[in-house]
């Protein structure tokens, strides 16, 4: 039995071609396809319709989380488990507890933030169709490519490669999968 | 300006017909109009070339100097840290003017990665790599100094938060504390942001080597690279990532010079005890590291002739915010001295005079000579387009920031309250030894960086130039002004 394929590949020289071929994707309603892109391309994900990204929502949390951290650590180590007098001053207070507190925030964040961007983007994921493709290092280089996957509903192969070549798409390939 | 006629609401006022304003064409951030491939292989070239012959010299200058470091720090161990040359009642020293020399310098490579993003400064895309190497790099050379000044260096992890068996736990009503914090914090998300911003171009490796047949590196390159392909959802949460990481890195470096600044501001010493210390001190922090960003990236650049990618405009900006930096570092030279006379404290007005006048008024004025004046000259557009002259001015602001740490710690120390107890600081050789081998550490680590990883941003690059602006192929379109006169308003 033949494999399905993964979908189909299709290359735009620039920009404007690829964001309007990229509109037009949208337009017909495909839902899952992607464009490869060797650069974040300005207005693209209004083009594809793509959502704001979730991830500040990890990042608000990190950063509650780190707050919380700090506070709730120096008030369990100098005022709870082994409290100290040093230079009569209070046991706890969250004066001389902020700094040590926004740091955490700070670095709470940055690792919410970056763990966010890899979960919403299921990286690390070193095997993936798209990669097999044998001019996929172009479209990190200087081509732009759309791809239109075939778990797509509106996916068969004849419409969609004839989409992609009214659209302007070349070298439309099948990728296996 | 209510006689201005307004043609309409929403829309200009009328006089702007008849004034006629000037187009301004805005500077080509990449020259000679070149494409997203010439970057590639422009970039990527100087890591899949072979090693060249200056680069293998460097490295063994670099290595030597370098185990200066090494062996200063091994006859600390096993000597005691008495090796050093503070005694009462100076005790703090090289070691901590090292330390915030250091820390201070990597200031520059946040600032131009996050604060200059947020700023929407597009000129930032050609430096940032390297100045967030540079900042990674030099705070390994700061830590240096603070872990092995605790003497025992093999319990420098009670620093940290760490359950033992006494039971005792760190003390966080200390600013020492703070900085621990702060510095850590500082070089785990300098690391963080800097690999994020490598990772689509790893990719870029990746696929560069498994197409050159290139099996090991193309696994080394793609193992960090995560997987990357380019896909404009991922590109989509990586801008957002990249947006919240730059949003916190700015806070995060105004704070930690500020924490820094606490070690001094937090104590009672004259000349150490005042409030401008937090915004001076981060001030000085980025007027040094873009010195070293100057240092570094000028020879750079003409090494791997990267002079389309790093114009005279990159270079004028640059020495622009040096100036900008130097000026307000002068501003609080002159209002400490002001506020040492308005406070009419006796021991604060001695400080400052005892600073330009007592026994350390050789440094005092190394300090203004290159904090203070040598700033001055880059008003002069002579003088900015003189790349060596440039390079020249930097050494002098990287030998100035030196000496303003110098100033503030050992002039305070060396002369406090009560006259019996006032001495005068000499570095020992092993000071001066392992002090100057961070310069080594420093130049290994940026020399292995710039042989094994991209020094720009491939990405980031293509996407200021002209040809990344979707509309400018469409001559028609006018939504934010002139296509062809915006070049790089991607």
Known sequence: MAAQPHGLIATFENVSDLMHAAEKVRDAGYKFWDC???????????????????????????????????????????AFDYPLVVGGKPYFSPMFAFPVSYELTILFTAFATIGGMFIMNRLPMHYHPVLKYDKIHRGLDDLFFIVIESRDPRFNSAGTKSLLEKIGGKEITELEA | MAHVAQSGAGTAPAILDEVKPAVLPRAVLVSNNRSFSWITEKICG????????????????????????????????????????????????????????WIGIGHAGTLISAILCLLRQKWRTSINRAAEAMTIFAVVCAGIFPVFHVGRVWFAWYLFPIPTANGVWQNFRSPLEWD????????????????????????????????????????????????WRGSNRHWSNYEMAYLILAGVSTPLVLSVHTIVSFDFAVSLIPGWHTTIFPPYFVAGAIFSGFGMVLTLMLPLRSIYK???????????????????????????????????????????????????FGPYAWAYWIMITCNVITPQFFWFKKVRQNTTLVWVLSIFVNVGMWFERFVIIVTSLARDFLPSSWGYYSPSIVEIFTFFGTFGVFSVLFLLFIRFLPVMPMAELKAVTPQADPHANHEEFTGHGDPVVERGHA
């Open chain 2, 306 to 356: 990267l002079e389309d990618l790093i114009t005279q405009y990159h270079i004028d900006c640059m020495c622009k915010i040096t100036l900008a930096t130097g000026t307000m570092v002068g501003y609080a030279y002159a209002m400490e001295f002001f506020i040492a006379w308005y406070g009419s404290n006796p021991y604060e007005g001695f400080t400052f005079i005892n600073r330009a």
């Open chain 1, 36 to 78: 490869i892109t060797p650069f974040p391309v300005h207005g693209l994900d209004r083009a594809m319709g793509v959502k704001r990204s979730h991830v500040p929502r990890f990042s608000l949390a990190g950063g509650i989380t780190g707050f919380c951290t700090g506070m709730s650590m120096i008030w369990f180590m100098n």
């Open chain 2, 180 to 227: 621990v914090f702060a510095v850590s914090t500082y070089g785990t998300v300098s690391v963080l942001f800097w690999y994020v911003g490598l990772i689509p171009d790893l990719a870029v490796l990746r696929d560069r080597f498994t197409v050159a047949g290139n099996r090991v590196k193309a696994f080394l390159y793609g193992l960090f690279a995560m997987g």
């Open chain 2, 46 to 101: 100087i890591i899949e070339g072979r090693t060249p012959a200056w680069w293998w010299v460097a490295f063994c200058v670099a290595l030597f100097v370098a185990s200066f470091t090494v062996a200063g720090i091994t006859y600390l161990v096993a000597t005691g840290v008495g090796v050093w040359g503070h005694a009462n009642p100076v005790n703090w020293a090289w070691d901590i003017v090292n330390f915030v020399f």
